[in-house]
């Protein structure tokens, strides 16, 4: 499978879950678990339940895990969508299968151009469809693809989809199914259509036998004052896109960069500074995850404090008016010459300044108007590419697109690309010369193939190298929703990201935002007791762990690397441990990328053994791995990084510090074991009978509010600052 992400959200206790378990999840990694059987054992109890009775199926399915295929939410609503997905649900129920049998239809569907992935449904007698198409904004704009592709299905296959799928948080269940077709290579559905009403449908019929007569444009000569207002309307209209259009993890900057333009227009006596605060706030408030209202309005403030010291006066919109005029006047080629064959006369247009990818050709012929579109590719790519757009490469042989915002990199794929440009051409604040928004972009996507191809894509090489930040051997960097920690030896310093000289992923942001706390660490902090009683209470071992941790932390991959095993002390322990391992591996994640790979089923001899792993991965945890377990298989892996191979993809290196989890001390055989590994028992404080949640009456993660996330952030940071400070410290271990 591709390794485009597919960002979905996942529910693993079933339909009456409305919080994701993970709010970001691959979907290809759930698409993979459907073909290899990874819910089979609940899906055959299913199937077998339906065949007797219906009822008690339809009430076992409710605790079906499930995923929200068409975006992420905060919770399973269609108002609280977050990121959609560029996909969509179609379903096929046993109830609507009626000409076709089950194989023929699969086949038939199968083979179309717009599926993504297909499967059998969970009763093994209904069809389930993924199909492309373009990233909306919202579910009332999902419901318009979901329209035109019912409509596409009864039209070319006279099948009817089941209209529940419409919603754009619509559930989707996990099934079983060897044979589950998967094509990274399939269209996107670009067709858009509203329901409408019976009499609308009347109307329509009726007006498409009459041929309308062109309509001439619409040309408006306005005052000056009028064009002032105008471009104080388009400024207003960029400011609420830059909020509307921001993502986790940028919309601080977003905000911030919003309130500074206006800033520009406050200063220059164009609009109130209390009308433009008014604005932001109201367009903040529509954002669904936004913690801290009262940090927010702080920004605004500040922002356009700052962009009111760079003012916009009038003269200076005036003179930029009359610059446009005459660049435009010197770009304009208007001639007459015969055409090849002696008939009417070519008529080249203006090229607009604005969106210069395009000229239009006029052709006037037997007293007829004759129009022409042509597209420049190199203004094209550079058109695209003003969006932040371009291309990235992981190797030689592995090319991905990114998005650039401040100096932070996301990951996109081509069809992000093409849903920002259509939206930018449908979207501006003035008519075209010549030719209307819906030709160009039906221009567009006649050519899509061609236009859009991914070599004329790749031609978006970034303006400068793309070197990202890097943590040296005595400093640090934490990267948070509203600025940066560095961490030196000396010192941890709290800064913007204006300061910021490199670039990072965007998954290296932390959704919190963060403030130091220089005293009272441990007061009323439950993760630093937790690291405190695993230590076994001892002042000693407390502080190695603390640089053990510190040391995982820290990305500075130079030098010699060393594995840190998590072990048991206690060997009354059994093999059940439930000493805080994991938790504590778990944690470190939220620092840092993480992956965890289950370590029983971990072959050393497997190819693809890291294959979850991924370019930004920081942290790699081997869980509970098998007793004897050789460190040998995996010293180059430790020190030299590990080989990313997924079937039918580019192999790539990332270098991510490893974590091992075992229930019993490692066998280290050799003074070349000992080099690369450093182990720390855990005390049997925590075990199977007493649990952190009976400790401190409460789920590590699930229920911290915000101080008590900024008291585990500032404890993992202080753990830096002590590795950086002390080294890594050897802890004193009891049975080893």
């Not at 855990?682 to 009976?694: K, L």
């Amino acid at each position: 499978m591709e390794k485009t992400m597919y960002k979905v959200s996942f529910f693993s206790d079933g339909i009456k879950q409305i919080t994701p378990t993970k709010e970001n999840t691959n979907l290809i990694n759930i698409l993979s678990g459907i073909r290899k059987g990874k819910w089979r054992t609940h899906i055959t109890q299913l199937r077998q339940t339906l065949s007797v009775d219906e009822r008690k199926y339809k009430e076992d399915k409710k605790s079906l895990p499930y995923f929200t295929v068409s975006g992420t939410f905060s919770k399973r609503s269609n108002k609280l969508l977050l990121q959609h997905s560029g996909l969509i649900q179609i379903d096929f129920d046993s109830t609507h299968i009626t000409h076709l049998d089950l194989d023929s239809m699969r086949s038939e569907l199968y083979a179309d151009e717009y599926t993504f992935a297909g499967f059998i449904s969970p009763s093994g007698k209904g069809l389930k469809l993924i199909v492309k198409i373009p990233t909306h904004p919202n579910d009332a704009k999902h419901k318009q693809s979901f329209y035109a592709l019912e409509k596409y299905y009864q039209t070319k296959y006279g099948y009817t989809i089941d209209e529940s799928c419409k919603d754009v948080s619509r559930a989707f269940f996990i099934s079983d199914d060897p044979e589950l077709r998967f094509n990274a290579d399939a269209k996107v559905f670009e067709l858009l259509e509203s329901k409408p009403s019976l009499k609308a449908q009347e109307e329509v019929a009726s007006k498409s036998s009459t041929k309308e007569s062109p309509q001439k444009p619409n040309i408006q000569s306005s005052s000056e004052e009028a064009y002032i207002q105008k471009c104080v309307s388009n400024t207003l209209e960029n400011a609420k896109n830059l909020i509307k259009t921001s993502s986790n993890g940028t919309k601080h900057n977003s905000l911030l960069k919003a309130a500074n333009l206006l800033g520009g227009y406050v200063g220059g006596n164009l609009l109130s500074s209390q009308e433009a605060e008014e604005i932001l706030k109201t367009e903040i408030e529509k954002k669904p995850d936004v913690n801290s209202l009262e940090d927010a309005y702080k920004t605004i403030r500040e922002g356009i404090k700052h962009g009111a010291k760079a003012p916009i006066y009038k003269d200076k919109l005036l003179q930029e008016r009359e610059n446009y005029h005459q660049k435009s006047q010197a770009n304009t080629s208007v001639h007459l010459r015969q055409d090849s064959q002696g008939k009417g006369e070519v008529i080249p247009s203006k090229i607009n300044n604005q969106l210069d990818f395009y000229k239009v050709i006029r052709k006037v012929k037997d007293e007829k108007d004759e129009v022409r579109i042509e597209i420049n590719f190199l203004k094209l790519v550079e058109y695209v590419q003003q969006f932040g757009f371009t291309r990235y490469d992981v190797s030689i042989d592995n090319t991905i697109f990114v998005k650039i915002t401040d100096n932070i990199l996301t990951v996109v794929n081509l069809n992000q690309i093409l849903d920002t440009v259509f939206k930018s051409i449908r979207e501006l604040p003035y008519k075209l010369k010549d030719v209307s928004k819906e030709a160009l972009i039906n221009k567009l996507y006649k050519g899509i193939n061609s236009y859009f191809s991914k070599q004329l894509m790749y031609r978006m090489t970034p303006a400068k190298d793309i070197v990202f930040k890097q943590e040296t051997k005595n400093t640090s960097y934490v990267y948070f929703r509203n600025g940066f920690v560095e961490i030196t030896k000396s010192d941890c310093t709290f800064k913007q990201y204006t300061e910021l000289d490199g670039y990072i992923w965007d998954s290296q942001i932390i959704e919190h935002d963060f403030s130091l706390i220089k005293d009272g660490l441990k007061e009323e902090n439950h993760f630093y007791d937790f690291c405190h009683k695993i230590s076994n209470q001892d002042d000693e071992n407390f502080l190695s762990l603390r640089s053990i941790i510190g040391y995982l932390l820290h990305n500075y991959k130079e030098g010699k690397q060393k594995a840190i095993n998590f072990t048991d002390g206690s060997l009354s322990m059994g093999n059940d441990g439930r000493s805080g391992k994991t938790l504590l591996a778990k944690a470190l994640g939220k620092l840092r990328v993480y992956c965890e790979i289950n370590g029983k089923d971990f072959d050393p001899r497997n190819k693809h053994k890291y294959q979850s792993a991924d370019l930004d991965t920081q942290l790699l945890n081997l869980n509970d791995i098998k007793q004897g377990f050789s460190i040998e298989h995996i010293y180059n892996d430790i020190t030299e990084g590990i080989s990313v191979e997924r079937k039918n993809q580019f192999p790539f290196k990332v270098k991510p510090k490893m974590i091992l989890c075992s229930n019993r001390p490692l066998k280290l055989n050799s003074g070349s074991d000992r080099d690369r590994v450093v182990e720390f028992e855990f005390s049997d404080y925590f075990n199977e009978s007493h649990s952190p949640e009976d400790e401190y009456k409460h789920w590590f993660f699930n229920d911290l509010n915000e101080n008590q996330w900024n008291k585990f952030y500032n404890f993992l940071i202080d753990c830096i600052h002590i590795h950086l400070k002390k080294g890594l410290i050897k802890p004193k271990n009891k049975q080893l």
